[in-house]
């Protein structure tokens, strides 16, 4: 007698337990094709003096490949706590597949044991994607467009709107300068006698300055260069002044002046040439020769008041 | 300054007639080997005379080498040649002092330098250790050895060669160094006759050879005579213009050009303009000096004397388009 009893408050808190916590592992199909989810829901109810270890759904479940896992939920009915948790599972293999038994653990606040309840195995059936080899193959299909993020349209705005915005602002500031009031050029004095007439009156002056009578050849045939140098700058609008007697004899090469001026200039620049560098002192005969060929090349080559006036 | 009369310059042309005569013997006995090249040989002769030594730049195959080596023959003057490489020593050069265990003691063995004319072969190949030892030679016109200074002979005359293409791996000449080259020439290639003419005479089969038609001491004289040619103050006035437009361009109303140069010619570049003018005008047989002398060697004397900004190197100005246009705006006497 004195043992029955003993096992009777043995078995006792077990059989608390066991009615206070039930777990269990529901499918919505226990029949897909291969690759085709199914919607898994787990379930604890135990008491609310007890705390629950979720199971981790990897390591619980090994045949079957978890696509989402969603929110759990945990009701409280009265003395007892509700808890679902929902998964999107599928399979890859074909057959007769079993869900593993799922392992909950329960505990109570404070006490170091921990019981395990475990779910019911489930049978799933996974078939092949039925295929009609009657019919032709088909062609692979082409990559789906996937639909233009604002990131990846940003390009086709910004750089037209920017390239509006550079145009703009070009032409603001070419208005901006065309308004600005332009410097006026400086008056350029232009002589208003003919660079014969002026080149005629130099001469005359020199003649009459009576230099190289005095000795003083070298101002005299320096000043007979620069006023025919100073006429041809004018009349044929050629550098003289910047030019050596030679490159000037290579310039009027190209000038229409008949070929007795040209060797008359040149008489009168290679004269004044030696006067000038090697301090030759010429002839009194060349002297006043000079300042007739010079007036000669001038009256040869002057622009016909007749002809400038008709221009 | 000694002022010369009408007469001594009279008298000065006629000698300076006589003692150039050389200048055409000379050009007549290496124009033997040397066609189309005379520009060279006149810059060539005025290195020598007028005691400078020559930068020359031109792609390879232009006759450098056989101008100053038919030079030298046509003075019978020694030759030497030394090819500038990235591996070469100043002792090389210059020459260094020698063991020998005979007599226990050490001897000085010359370098090629000692010659009467050298040709430095692509210069900016060595480093700037060996430009500098050839540059003092040229400079001194002495070299020392261990304790032992040595006089160069002479006539004696550098030209250096550089080569504008392959400019990987060299080490270009300091501005101050280019500075202490009288000229520096460029020369292209020849006209398509006279390439004509050098084909013809490198296929004969009997080649020319230079004979000596000046003596090294004519050569000297001719030297001092250079110094006499009668330069008139107008056209020191125009080499001061010129000079002067490189250093202050805004004056000579070329402002454009200010931005355009780094730095003008220096009093170096008055001098020598001023020698090599006076040097021309002496191959020219003549004893005064004219304004075309000056425009004939005017950028050979400046061209490595201006140095260009990169403003005007990414516009692709030259130096020489920088003195082209100061050419075009200084006054001619």
Redesign the interface.
């Known amino acids: 007698m004195k043992q029955w009893w003993f096992i009777v408050l043995l078995w006792w808190p077990i059989s608390l337990w066991s009615q206070t916590v039930e777990v269990s592992a529901t499918l919505d199909t226990n029949h897909i094709r291969i690759g085709e989810p199914i919607h898994l829901t787990l379930q604890a109810v135990y008491d609310t003096s007890l705390q629950v270890e979720w199971p981790l759904f990897d390591q619980a479940v090994q045949s079957f490949p978890l696509i989402e896992t969603y929110d759990r939920e945990k009701l409280t009915e009265g003395p007892q706590h509700i808890e679902r948790g929902s998964y999107d599972i599928t399979a890859f293999d074909t057959g007769f597949i079993v869900l593993e038994p799922i392992a909950f653990g329960f505990y109570r606040e404070g006490e170091p044991t921990t019981d395990t309840f475990l779910t019911e195995p489930l049978l799933v059936q996974v078939d092949f994607v039925e295929v009609d080899t009657t019919q032709p193959y088909k062609p692979i299909k082409g990559p789906i467009d996937a639909p233009m993020t604002w990131r990846e349209w940003l390009p086709y705005v910004a750089i037209p709107l920017m390239l509006v915005v550079l145009g703009l602002i070009i032409w603001y500031l070419y208005k901006k300068q065309k308004e600005k009031p332009q410097p006026t050029p400086e008056p350029i004095d232009l002589p208003t006698e003919p660079a014969h007439v002026i080149a005629l009156r130099e001469l005359e002056a020199l003649e009459r300055a009576e230099l190289w009578q005095a000795g003083d050849y070298k101002e005299y045939h320096d000043r007979v260069s620069d006023i025919l140098r100073g006429y041809i700058e004018r009349r044929f609008h050629i550098e003289a002044l910047e030019s050596t007697t030679e490159e000037l004899m290579v310039t009027f090469n190209k000038v229409p002046v008949p070929r007795l001026q040209v060797e008359q200039l040149r008489e009168v620049l290679t004269i004044a040439d030696l006067a000038k560098f090697a301090k030759v002192e010429p002839l009194p005969e060349e002297n006043a020769k000079s300042l007739s060929l010079a007036r000669d090349f001038i009256a040869a080559t002057k622009v016909d008041e007749k002809e400038e006036g008709a221009a | 300054m000694e002022t010369?009369?009408?007469t001594d310059?009279?008298q000065l042309?006629e000698r300076i007639k006589q003692e150039s005569a050389f200048i055409d013997l000379l050009n007549l006995e290496i124009g033997k080997k040397i066609v189309g090249q005379q520009y060279m040989l006149e810059r060539l002769l005025i290195g020598l005379l007028a005691q400078g030594h020559i930068l020359l730049e031109g792609v390879p195959g232009l006759a450098k080498t056989l101008a100053i080596k038919s030079l030298a023959s046509a003075v019978n003057a020694k030759f030497s040649r030394i090819q500038f490489t990235p591996d070469l020593l100043p002792a090389d050069v210059v020459g260094t002092m020698i063991y020998s265990p005979a007599d226990n003691s050490f001897q000085v063995k010359k370098g090629p330098v000692f010659a009467n004319f050298i040709l430095a072969d692509e210069i900016n190949r060595a480093p700037a250790k060996v430009q500098s030892a050839l540059l003092e030679a040229m400079q001194e016109r002495q070299v020392t050895i261990g304790d032992q200074s040595f006089s160069l002979e002479e006539p004696f005359l550098v030209l250096a060669t550089q080569n504008p293409i392959e400019q990987e791996g060299t080490y270009p000449l300091p501005e101050a160094q280019v500075d202490r080259f009288m000229l520096k020439v460029v020369i292209t290639y020849p006209e398509r006759e006279d390439e004509r003419q050098i084909i013809r005479q490198n296929l004969q089969t009997t080649q020319e050879t230079i004979q000596q038609v000046v003596k090294p001491e004519e050569v000297l004289k001719a030297r001092n005579t250079v110094r006499d040619v009668?330069m008139?103050e107008?056209?020191e006035n125009y080499i001061l213009d010129i000079v002067m437009a490189t250093r202050q361009p805004e004056r000579f109303q070329l402002n454009d050009l200010k931005p355009l140069i780094a730095y003008g010619g220096s009093p170096r570049a008055s001098i020598n303009l001023a020698m090599a003018a006076k040097t021309y005008a002496f191959v020219k047989h003549r004893?005064?000096?004219?304004?075309?002398d000056i425009?004939a060697i005017c950028y050979d004397v400046m061209r490595h004397r201006v140095g260009i900004t990169y403003e005007a190197e990414a516009e692709n100005i030259t130096a020489e388009d920088i003195i082209t246009e100061i050419?075009?705006?200084?006054?001619?006497?």
């Open positions: 010369l009369s009408a310059i009279q042309n009668y008139d107008k056209i004893g005064y000096v004219i304004p075309e425009r050419l075009n705006k200084v006054e001619v006497p």
